[in-house]
């Protein structure tokens, strides 16, 4: 018999004459390894729960973690490994430790492609499969690991299920390791299937509103290229309609259905009609309440009629407006009169509008062009008093990169607004308005962002006589210039302070967030609103804030210091809906 099997059973007779004992591990090992090898090890795991195995048992566990052991080596590209393991005594308990030297790590030596499916056979596809090679994850010189290189797989299918080839799988894939140079030989077979093409909409839940509303919805126009996004926008444009609580838009991934596949759309209604009242308050307007009566479907065409009223302590307002559902072309329109009171810092203003809207979306681009009428009377104190009339063709254009985030960390929000009147035309004054905000929001570190704001506004006319308040511009409070009141900034009379033609303001804000939902402010703004450019003079302020995700939305509370008027301000809104 040889010597070094005497020994073992020698060595395992002896612990068999030994009480059964509680058991440690160690592994050296470097920082990474070691921690794998500590989670998954037979042994380790025995550990952690406290076994306590006898002679031939701990001598099984020795031995099958040696193998685990080169397993989870291989899976991070080690595979001539030396590992070294032993049983020793240590007081009342055994101690396994194992030694383990990896060794050098296999790199990627070469990477293979074939492609089956239209993907091999289409002309024009060379480009789409050199993207494919070019962004494939593992490159030759890479490090090798089993991990990366199944992530690497589905990157590879992930371009094609995305657009065009629903039905793409993986057909074969192999990779082939040299131990000895320490190299990983990677070959993969990707089948496309069919391109696919769209079908028309098959539509299920819908039984209170007409059909048309979901088709006129749909950015999946029959006979186009399946693309996965256009169905996500889809689903997105159904819930945001108004319409419906819920949807769902898919396809079924059938070659056989690949020239006209259908588009599958399974919707839950909302109720015709709806009642709702909030609550809230703000430090730039005061306590709020309002109420709201909606109606979807008026003569039975989807068009919704809306009556609201909004009481607030500085602002009052009423709305009446009718609105048809978006048609075919994506345009919605709508039909609305407005009620309006203000009295904010002084300047007093009752008016009237009657507006004809056309809004469109299209991705993260919202267009609105709007024909509005507009009486005003407004007072200043006992300074100003003066009744004031417009009818202005005014449009929008406004972009959004920052999707549904409350807190966005990335992305920025831009707007563009272009109007004016013609005083031949049912107007006092004739004039041309300009405006522009764009917010940017920048990821700083893990817990961090940087959010830049900028706006600029200008009313070109001989004179602001004449020109409804709601076309000039004012500055200060939450959303302007925080350390001073809303629209505080602008003409100053005794008594208030008047609206003006142009407006200038910007703030750098940090913010540092704990944990999911609270964080902290650091801000700058500055700003000011005046009757010319050159009388533009901006003013700062300064301060610190807290940021709260709360289940309603987005609660803000600042405390900033006014550097002009040497004074503390606090700027705080929440609302709640019921």
Known sequence: MPVHLCKLLLFLAALAALPAHALTVEVQASDELKALLEQHLETARAARLGDKPDAEEIARL??????????????????SPRIESKVEPAGDDWRVTYRVDAGPRATVRSVKFAFAGELATRENAAGLRGRIERNFALQPGMPFRQADWNTAKLGALQALLLARYPAARLAASEARVDPEAHAADLALTIDSGPAFFYGAPVISGSERYPESLIRNLNPAKPGRPY????????????????????????????????????????????PEKRFSVGAGISTDTGARVQASWLHRDILDEGMRLKLETRLETKKQTGLAELAWPRNAKGYENS????????????????????????????????????LQYQTEEQTVGDVLSARNQALSANYAWTQRTIGRAFYPRRGYVLTLQGGGAAAALLS?????????????????????????????????????????????????????????????????????????????????EYNYFFNRDWGMALFVDAGDAADSPGALSPVFGYGVGARYRSPVGPVNLDLAYGEATDEFRLHFSLGVSF
């Not at 020795?62 to 595979?79: H, I, N, V």
């Not at 006319?461 to 629209?487: C, E, W």
């Open 227 to 270: 693309r996965q996004q256009d169905l996500i926008d889809y689903q997105m444009a159904l819930e945001a309609s108004g319409y419906y609580a819920q949807a769902t838009v898919r396809i079924d991934p059938d070659p056989a259905q690949a020239a006209a596949v259908p588009v599958r759309v399974e919707v839950i209604e909302r």
């Open 428 to 508: 006092d004054t004739s004039f041309i308005r300009l405006y522009g905000r764009h917010t940017h929001y920048f990821r700083a570190g893990d817990n961090g962002r940087l959010v830049l704001r900028g706006e600029l506004g200008s009313v070109l006319a001989d004179t602001r006589d004449g020109i409804p308040t709601d076309f000039l511009f004012r500055a200060g409070g939450d959303n302007s210039v925080r350390g001073y009141a809303y629209q505080s900034l602008g003409r100053t009379l005794e008594g208030g302070v008047a609206s003006v033609r142009y407006l200038a303001t910007g703030s750098v």
């Open 335 to 370: 039909l609305g009169v407005q009620l309006k009171h203000e009295d904010i810092e002084g300047q007093e203003t009752r008016s009237t509008v009657l507006a004809a809207k056309r809004n469109r979306t299209r991705g993260q681009i919202e267009t609105t062009l709007t």
């Open 62 to 79: 020795q031995r099958q973690s040696e193998q685990t052991a080169r397993d989870l080596l291989a899976t991070e590209g080690y595979f």
